[in-house]
């Protein structure tokens, strides 16, 4: 018998929800576009789980297979609503012409209400995203002075657009590599380092406290500390906030997350994972500069070792060789070439190799887990869960886990585990795909 859990209380989904997006490039106004597109009866939101899935429950002859949004209370689309900040005053649309992910014919669709949606003025420091010159920058005495302003915006934005609740979904450039410091470690440490403007605060993490302080959930697209610290795991667990991340799942690692977990399952070995990407959109400049990419490689470099577990199986798996390249090439554009040489071997030692090559297209991949990630993030919020949202692991490259856990990057484990935390939820049995043989 497959373990019941209890039904939790959760708060219904009343009013607007206010989704808030620091960085309004590429990725934010793809969905923005992407929202607006669907609410219209435009187009269909392939590729997000919370609009397409459904979900099983009970046993396999009880055919009970809602859908997601039938299962769990969600916000509804029409009832998302849009704002954020930038370092460049351009209007969503402005912004994602500038992008040039989607048509000429798809944007003017909804350009009227893209022009509506104008950036409030960010906080940025230019040695945290060497590449960017932004101009459209908020001022302040001290870190501490502009984290106060980024609460006034969002109390600003509650008020004029009458939202009920926000969630917050980082979708501003990498910044630079930076391990977890002194500052980091206790809630008052940080909030002195925000007073005392110490440097090893970047301003992804000015944005974080600033939005848990509000009440709002963080979710993480970069691979920026932001919300993956100790001090900031304080203050949402202090003030109830579901906080996540982080980087975004999309082209070549979620090829990864799918293909090794594949191997392992037929005790293939691994010799040799050898993987390049180019890409020539705003977000290639900035990993252009070594020290954005090395955010970004930390972030892509994960995945194989905790997947394939060399630990556990040193005859398949260990010493295997892993390299990632990003290579800033302006002609693709958004449209990535993500290029994979695996080296296996199988029965005796005998050698194979497969080449994969993803055209993708980068922000359409990661628009539908933006969507995702806000409803599901408010989901946790109104359902009273707190800290590391781990069961949204499915949606990002370097899933963030409390003290002492290694992450779980097998994608299907992490689609069990978000299906099961659904299913807990509400109180349904958790699927365990034990056979007929065992039970009745
Ligand atoms: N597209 C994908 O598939 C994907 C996958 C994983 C992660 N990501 C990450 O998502 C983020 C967004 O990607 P994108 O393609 O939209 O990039 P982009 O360069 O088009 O957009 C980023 C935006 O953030 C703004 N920005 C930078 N610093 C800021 C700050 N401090 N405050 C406010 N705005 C700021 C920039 O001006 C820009 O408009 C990047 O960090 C990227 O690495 C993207």
Redesign the pocket.
């Known amino acids: 018998m497959s373990p019941i859990t209890k039904k939790a209380d959760i708060r219904p989904a009343k009013g607007k929800l206010g989704v808030l997006l ?7 106004t793809t969905f923005i576009a992407g929202v607006e597109s669907i609410r219209r009866g435009h187009a269909k939101p392939i590729g997000s789980m919370t609009q397409m899935g459904t979900i099983r429950l009970g046993k396999r002859t009880d055919n009970r297979t809602p859908k997601i949004t039938e299962f769990v209370p969600l916000a509804g689309l029409d009832d998302l609503v849009f704002g954020g ?4 005053e351009d209007s969503a649309y402005e ?1 994602a012409k500038h ?1 040039g992910v989607l048509s000429n014919e798809d944007l003017e669709k909804v350009r009227p209400f893209l022009e509506g949606i104008r950036p409030m003025p ?3 420091e230019p040695t945290y ?1 060497k590449k ?1 010159h ?1 101009t459209y920058i908020k001022q302040g005495k001290s870190k501490m002075d502009m984290a106060e302003q980024l609460i006034a915006d969002v109390e600003r934005f509650k008020t004029t657009s009458g939202v009920d609740r926000c969630v917050a979904v980082w ?4 910044e630079v590599y930076r391990e977890p410091s002194d500052v980091h470690m206790t809630l008052a440490k940080f909030e002195q380092g925000l007073r005392d403007s110490d440097d090893n605060i970047a ?2 993490a000015i944005y974080a406290y600033a939005l848990l302080r509000s009440g709002v959930p963080f979710a993480n ?2 691979p920026n500390l932001s919300v993956d610290f100790p001090a900031i795991q304080e203050l949402a667990k202090q003030k109830g906030i579901p906080i996540a991340g982080k ?2 799942k ?2 070549q690692t979620l090829m990864k997350t799918i293909l090794a977990p594949g191997f392992k399952a037929r005790y293939l070995g691994l010799e040799g994972w050898y993987s390049t990407n180019i890409l020539g ?3 290639g400049e ?1 990993l252009d500069d070594p020290e954005s990419f090395k955010s ?1 490689e930390v972030s892509k470099l994960g995945v194989l070792e905790h997947i394939l577990q060399p630990h556990l199986y040193p005859d398949l798996y260990k010493d295997f060789s892993h390299v990632v390249r990003i290579n800033y090439y302006p002609p693709r554009g958004d449209n990535k070439e993500g290029w994979d040489s695996i080296d296996i071997f199988g029965w005796l030692g005998y050698k194979m190799q497969i080449k994969i090559d993803f055209l993708c297209r ?2 359409i ?2 628009a539908p887990i933006v969507l995702d990630l806000a409803l599901y993030m408010d989901l946790a919020h109104r359902s009273g869960m707190s800290g590391i949202q781990e069961w949204l692991s499915f949606f990002f ?1 370097s899933p963030m886990t409390p003290e002492g856990l290694y992450p779980e990057h097998d994608l299907f484990i992490q689609l069990m585990k978000l299906k099961n935390t659904l299913r807990h939820l509400r109180g349904e049995e958790l699927i365990t795909h034990l056979g007929t043989e065992y039970y009745d």
Not at 171 to 174: D, L, M, R, Y
Request: net charge negative; glycine share 18%; proline share 5%.
């Open positions: 620091p960085g309004m490039g590429a990725v934010a900040w930038d370092i460049f912004s992008a960010g906080v940025f995203v960017l932004g979708c501003g450039s990498t301003p992804s697209g970069a980087d975004f999309t082209g959109n705003r977000d900035v970004k980068d922000s991949l990661a490259k």
